[in-house]
């Protein structure tokens, strides 16, 4: 072995132009690797700690939709948004949970959609409404740092938001709202809008929090299930009419929601088909009692993260065996369309990767076979000299891998380099998007030990497919050849 | 004691859509020891019956035998064996490996096998044959740096470094002024008397012929002369020894 790797290193130095071509093109992926890997596992590490740590814990635990996925964020489906289904026998579920050893602890959630307004206003803000009992939910994520007021207490009508999200509100609104000051939610749920008023209790902070955080409203649950219209007899409501709309619009904001009445405009659905509610009494309710037993996920944290697939697949056993209908999944299927902007991204990436990759085959292969014939004097006085086959196949082998450590060491470095320089930079994320990817506001990736092994082991196997051709070709030489070198 | 033969060998080339016969029924045998020159005009068939003697080529028809074994039915592997433990190769153009010193290039053939010499009995060999051919002060530089003749030197070393008992040498003056081509040649006749190792070389010069104690004689790939030196003419022009493809020309 000693004399092939002299014999490599001496043929890479004497035949430099190729090397350097080959060699730039291994370090230059390399380069794209680590830099492209740490974007993406700083990203997907970030998501995933952001996500685990604030909203979706270890497991997440909804009903199934009957057309679409469904996540922390509702249902996506072909069509658009779908209804988010109630989680049946949440009772059982919670019992099931609390039976399990990996599990630390839960909290359930509603999630809604909104627009936020405020009285005699046009004006109005998208609100993405995640109904929680605050008790349970802050044991479990308590990362939110409270920059104003106070959490909401359990019992306690009203929402939170995060500092960006009342900046946001206020320029939207072109007001100058604070904590104390009340807002309008109207909830758009399937069965109608619904209107409620409810005052700011607080303001939070996250750690390396996004704009895409900003549009979350903590809001008691109580409220959220009325504005979802998971109300207990909800299939009584009573249409409003067009004028007691305008007459509502009319009217004051103390008048409309002193007494925290909820208004609602139509109804057509129970909130729980199927599943009977506890003691729902028979006889005709308020339409603004909340079905208290209505959730829509249970987030669950575990006391070692890294048992969430098995946990997983041990819940989704108990349900199929139990026939109830609903589904655990990761983070990930928590994280819904946050997570798959960045599996898109990684795809996107892999595929770049690879045309990168086939293109750099490319290229070394031909200027591998150039070299082949430049050596066919050299190789045909080897062969004839005594040098089995396998000779001259390790021969261009080391060579090949020698180049491809050399020149994959010094990408490694220009890799870690430039990931460094980057950082220093502070780069900050214009978008919802680019802060998704940064996993904050400011870029800070970071190149791992994982990632580095990987791209360089790519490029040894890419460096490998190229070197196949023209080696097939260097073990066709005849030793004859070596008589006809001039 | 016969250590190459050559029976009824034949060697045809595809050139484009028509054959070319290079080698019309060659028949002769070389005695261990000889000094035996190949001669004749280019195109005569010297290099393709070397190359079929060297086993990097082989014979379209007819039996080409190296120390008693047929080389026809071995696979290319035992071929290249063969060629490692039982001959070595000194080429017109020299073929040093461009990226190895005067040492290294002496010491790649026994690289590629298994080598019954210890490390400091390989090492003293090396070195042997490096002053043998007058290259002590020269060992480690590259081919580059070295003159024809030097290179040739170097080639010849090398050529005899596994301990081969056949040498093969295709022109190996061809590339050389006539006084470094007398040198060299004088330097292989010494060390096939010294160690009574088998040269065969090919020449179209008449002048290097007469150095060699055995000559086969070729024109237009067939033999016209196979004699030796203080012995009767084997095989005279024309004679059926090599025509006739009996092989019984060549017996000394």
């Known amino acids: 072995m000693p004399v092939l790797i002299r014999i490599a290193f001496r043929n890479l130095l004497e035949h430099r132009s190729k090397t350097l071509i ?288 098995r946990v997983v697949a041990e819940l989704n056993q108990w349900f199929a065996t139990e026939g109830i209908d609903a589904q655990a999944g990761g983070w990930k299927m928590a994280a819904g369309p946050f997570s798959q902007s960045i599996d898109v991204v990684r795809i996107i990436f892999n595929i770049a990767i690879i045309i990168v990759s086939i293109v750099a085959i490319i290229i070394m292969t031909n200027t591998l076979v150039i070299s082949v014939i430049e050596r066919t004097g050299e190789i045909g006085t080897m062969r004839a000299l005594g040098a089995q086959r396998g000779f001259v196949r390790k021969m261009f082998l080391v060579e090949t891998l020698t180049i491809a450590v050399v020149f994959g060491a010094i990408g490694t470095v220009l890799g870690v380099g430039i990931i460094g320089i980057l950082n220093l930079a502070h780069i900050e994320a214009g978008n919802a998007f680019l802060q998704i990817l940064f996993a904050g506001k400011i870029l800070h990736a970071s190149a791992s030990i994982g990632s580095i092994i990987s791209s360089l082991v790519l490029v040894i196997v890419v460096a490998i497919l190229a070197h196949i051709y023209p080696v097939s070709l260097a073990l066709k030489i005849e030793p004859v050849r070596a008589m006809q070198t001039e | 004691m016969v250590i190459v033969e050559l029976q009824d060998v034949h060697k045809v080339y595809p050139l484009g859509k028509v054959e070319v016969e290079a080698v019309k029924g060659v028949s002769f045998s070389i005695e261990k020891g000889d000094f035996i020159s190949i001669a004749g005009p280019s195109g005569s068939g010297k290099t393709t019956i070397l190359n079929m003697i060297g086993c990097v080529d082989r014979p379209t028809q007819g039996t080409v035998i190296i120390n008693g074994q047929p080389t026809k039915e071995l696979s290319d592997r035992a071929l290249t064996t063969l060629r490692h433990d039982t001959l070595g190769f000194i080429f017109q153009s020299f073929n040093l490996i461009p990226v190895l010193d005067v040492r290294e290039n002496v010491e790649f053939p026994l690289l590629l096998g298994k080598s019954r010499m210890g490390k400091s009995e390989k090492d003293e060999w090396i070195d042997y044959l490096i002053e043998e051919v007058g290259l002590t002060q020269w060992r480690d530089h590259r081919s580059n740096e070295l003159s024809g003749g030097q290179r040739q030197r170097v080639a010849i070393a090398r050529a005899l470094v596994t301990k081969p008992h056949i040498v093969l040498a295709d022109e190996p003056t061809a590339n050389l002024d006539s006084k470094t081509g007398e040198q060299i040649l004088e330097l292989m006749k010494k060390i096939n008397r010294e160690m009574q190792t088998t040269f065969i070389f090919s020449t179209h010069d008449a002048k290097i012929v007469n150095i060699a104690d055995h000559v086969v004689r070729l024109q237009d790939g067939l033999v016209t002369e196979n004699i030796r030196k203080g012995e009767d003419v084997l095989v005279g022009a024309g004679a059926g020894g090599a025509a006739d493809g009996t092989g019984e020309g060549g017996r000394a």
Do not use: C
């Open chain 1, 22 to 309: 080959i060699g730039t093109l291994l370090a230059l992926g390399v380069v794209i690797l680590i830099v492209g890997n740490a974007f993406m596992d700083t990203a997907e590490r970030g998501v995933k700690e952001g996500f685990t740590a604030n909203f979706t814990g270890d497991v997440f635990i909804s009903g199934k939709a009957t057309n679409g996925t469904v996540s922390l964020f509702g249902v996506q489906a072909a069509g658009g948004q779908e209804t988010t289904p109630t989680l049946p026998y949440y009772d059982r579920i919670v019992e099931k949970l609390s039976s399990m050893p990996q599990v630390e602890d839960k909290a359930s959630q509603i999630t809604g959609f909104g627009m936020a307004t405020i009285a005699n206003s046009d004006d109005q803000t998208f609100a993405l409404l995640f109904g929680i009992e605050p008790g349970e939910y802050r044991r479990i994520f308590d990362q939110a740092k409270i920059v104003d007021g106070h959490f909401l207490e359990p019992g306690e009508e009203g929402i939170v938001i995060t500092k960006g999200a009342l900046e946001r509100v206020n320029k939207q609104l072109k007001q100058e709202l604070k904590v104390g000051d009340r807002i309008m939610l109207t909830g758009m749920g399937s069965m109608g809008f619904k209107i409620r008023s409810v005052p700011i209790v607080g303001l939070v902070e996250y750690k390396n929090g996004s704009e895409a955080s900003d549009f979350i409203t903590y809001v008691d649950v109580n409220t959220a299930r009325i504005l979802q219209g998971l109300t207990l007899g909800n299939d009584a409501d009573t249409p409003v009419s067009e004028s007691q709309k305008a007459l509502l619009a009319q009217s004051s904001e103390d008048e409309m929601f002193g007494g925290g009445e909820v208004v609602e405009t139509s109804s057509t659905a129970p909130s729980r088909p199927a599943e009977p509610v506890a003691a729902a009494p028979a006889a005709p309710v308020a339409q603004s009692v909340a079905d208290t037993g209505a959730w829509q996920f249970i987030l669950v944290k575990l006391k070692h993260p890294s048992q969430a697939p």
